[in-house]
């Protein structure tokens, strides 16, 4: 059975489950998932907890199943939480899963037992293993995904709320919730924490203005601890998102990720509109063209609105400047382009974010 996230109390009220698996790349989301779980199990007398955290191929797997037929002579029920940090419990490991997730998946089984599984994300191919497919059977499966940039603001508004802090109503509330978006992005563990650090510093007293807090205090205090990576700045470029596309560039330059990885990653997504516009030209539709060329999810939606709008001339174009690009970031130069290789892809992106966020251009 799959869980959102959000459902977690309404879950609780129907009671606990034997066995949940927890999958997902945001740990902070996890663990307070973990921790509330937890919870709820201390309150119906899960006294003991044990750990077993899977790493390397010789896992002695044998301990983790015996822990699950033992009580101490002080507890009688138990928590067992088996952490997977590689998201691949090897051959060993899926045959135990099988057989845990059957146990747990008994009717009138052993309920003295809680089985906790963490994970990493997992891809695709992963979740469609006769391990992972026992835990979603015979258990409660919940996956974290990122909360993205558009969802941010409303994320940081809500922690906010939780302990009794608001922004302003209207304009000056947006930009104040967009403004730590900004700082905060990709790293969600320290939005957290800067969250935390606002209701240190603003404390709320008895008058409510005091809960109300202003861009200045966000300013003032909230650090910048963004976090980026190349496929989230793929789609900030394919969105039109100029200001937020060179904010990414310093942060990726700053954190000292590979100039040709990003090259990389701007020249295919304009390879990929090249070749899609080309199928369409020859007959495809759009749906049958992006599958081909293995365009799907988020960026599948981004190239069905701005596909119609870019000319042949103009992907043309991009095409060259990517290749002159390509040649800078490997050391070569260029006539008429900045030598410095983050100069030449902030110029790259700004051509792309342009015709991307243009209409009808030729």
Excluded at 36 to 48: C, D, M, P, S
Aim: proline share 4%; glycine share 8%.
């Amino acid at each position: 059975m799959q869980l959102a996230p959000n459902q977690l109390q309404q879950h609780l009220q129907r009671g606990l489950k034997p066995l949940y698996t927890l999958h997902g790349d945001e740990p902070l989301l996890v663990q307070e998932f973990a921790d509330a779980l937890r919870a709820a199990a201390r309150e119906q007398g899960y006294t003991e907890r044990t750990v077993h955290t899977v790493a390397g191929a010789h896992f002695d797997w044998s301990e983790v199943l015996a822990s699950g037929g033992s009580l101490s002579l002080f507890a009688d029920k138990q928590i067992i939480e088996i952490r997977i940090p590689s998201g691949k419990p090897g051959k060993d490991g899926s045959v135990a899963l099988q057989q845990i997730a059957e146990r747990a998946g008994k009717e009138g089984g052993d309920d003295s037992t809680l089985t906790l599984v963490l994970l990493p994300r997992l891809d695709s191919m992963t979740t469609k293993g006769a391990w992972f497919g026992a835990l979603e059977s015979f258990g409660t499966t919940v996956k974290f995904d990122p909360i993205e940039r558009r969802s941010l603001p409303a994320w940081i508004a809500q922690r906010l709320q939780q302990q009794g802090q608001r922004v302003a109503a209207g304009e000056e509330g947006q930009r104040t919730l967009q403004f730590f978006a900004d700082r905060v992005e990709g790293n969600l563990l320290a939005a957290h924490q800067e969250i935390q650090k606002l209701g240190l510093l603003y404390p709320t007293g008895a008058d409510d203005a005091s809960a109300v807090l202003s861009l200045a205090q966000v300013e003032n205090a909230v650090l910048n601890v963004a976090r980026y990576d190349v496929f989230k700045l793929s789609e900030a470029v394919l969105g039109g998102q100029a200001l937020r596309v060179q904010r990414m560039l310093d942060g990726l330059q700053s954190e000292g990720e590979s100039e040709v990885l990003v090259h990389w990653a701007l020249a295919e997504d304009i390879r990929s509109m090249k070749r899609v516009k080309d199928a369409i030209q020859a007959g495809r539709p759009m749906p049958m063209a992006l599958r081909e060329n293995r365009v799907w999810g988020v960026k599948e939606k981004l190239f069905e609105r701005v596909l119609p709008q870019i000319g042949d001339t103009s992907l043309s174009n991009l095409l060259h400047a990517a290749h002159k690009v390509d040649g800078i970031v490997k050391g070569l130069k260029q006539p008429d382009w900045p030598q410095d290789g983050w100069q030449a892809l902030h110029r790259l992106a700004n051509m792309v974010c342009e015709q991307c966020a243009a209409k009808g251009r030729p």
